[in-house]
């Protein structure tokens, strides 16, 4: 028999969700609909005159090859992210998911980088892989790599994404893990009894039914490329050199916060939204055909 709450009164329900209500109109919806409204206007560099000038900096985006630059590398940096992260993830959970002495310990240990903020794993990457303060970099060198990310634009995106999908394999381990555990052992014992070896069985049993939990994660994987990167961009490279690691968000914050540009930055802030959207849409909607739950 299920149990129904009664509340006592009508207005208690309302007044449970009103905090939680508040924080999203407050911190999401009203800079959002200021960002949509600042990207049809036009600002002095003083912040003292104000004009309305419709789609003008919408196409002035459009007409920029540099923004259009900065779209193919936030789309080349969020798959390459996505990709990695995702795939060594799944590999070690696959690990994890055996029945091994100290598993818990490495499972713990596995998941510690998460609680990592995206500004200090960029300085931890910096660290280790600083040309010349850099531990990492020192066995590089030994090995005939002449590594310069401060000056290379292509070691500089490289280090960009392994330090960004590092900081995603806990978050996917842990998900992957839980869809590891959920698979019931009579299935995979099945297939083990019809004589499928253990990569046969991933693929063809294990690997469709997670699924469900591949394609959620391939949405926040693509969303955190996006969005959740700027910290680490901001730590390690700050869009350079040259411009190489500058991708949608961080151009957001240049022209608007450095370059006093407020009226292109919203406008880029609109665009970010919207693509993110439809990608997410896009995701959705012919990706999802192939969950199987």
């Known amino acids: 028999m299920q149990k129904q709450a009664i509340f006592q009164s009508k207005l208690l329900p309302y007044a449970l969700v009103a905090p939680q209500l508040a924080i999203v109109l407050i911190f999401f919806y009203w800079p959002a609909a200021q960002a949509v409204i600042q990207s049809f206007l036009l600002q002095d560099a003083f912040g003292l005159s104000t004009t309305f000038v419709w789609f003008e900096n919408y196409l002035e985006l459009f007409k920029d090859p540099a923004y259009f630059a900065a779209i193919i590398r936030?789309?080349?940096?969020?798959?390459?992210?996505?990709?990695?992260?995702?795939?060594?993830?799944?590999?070690?959970?696959?690990?994890?998911?055996?029945?091994?002495?100290?598993?818990?310990?490495?499972?713990?240990?596995?998941?510690?980088?998460?609680?990592?903020?995206?500004?200090?794993?960029?300085?931890?990457?910096?660290?280790?892989?600083?040309?010349?303060?850099?531990?990492?970099?020192?066995?590089?060198r030994a090995m005939g790599v002449d590594w310069n990310p401060l000056l290379d634009g292509d070691q500089a995106a490289a280090l960009i994404i392994l330090a960004a999908a590092w900081k995603q394999i806990s978050y996917n381990f842990l998900f992957f893990l839980a869809g590891l555990q959920s698979i019931p052992k009579s299935v995979i014992e099945a297939a083990a009894i019809d004589g499928a070896r253990p990569m046969r069985r991933f693929w063809t049993v294990i690997f469709p039914l997670l699924s469900p939990t591949i394609f959620f994660l391939l949405v926040i994987n693509i969303v955190y490329a996006f969005f959740d990167t700027f910290g680490i961009i901001d730590t390690m490279t700050r869009g350079g050199p040259g411009k190489a690691t500058e991708t949608l968000v961080y151009k957001v914050y240049t022209d608007g916060l450095l370059g006093g540009n407020l009226g292109s930055s919203a406008a880029q802030s609109v665009i970010l939204m919207v693509i993110v959207v439809v990608l997410t849409g896009i995701q959705f909607r012919f990706v999802e055909r192939k969950v199987t739950y």
């Open 74 to 140: 936030t789309f080349a940096f969020s798959f390459a992210i996505a990709v990695s992260s995702l795939s060594f993830a799944l590999l070690l959970a696959v690990m994890a998911d055996r029945p091994l002495r100290g598993s818990t310990l490495y499972r713990t240990l596995l998941i510690w980088p998460y609680a990592v903020a995206p500004p200090v794993v960029g300085v931890l990457w910096v660290f280790m892989l600083h040309p010349s303060l850099g531990v990492l970099s020192r066995y590089l």
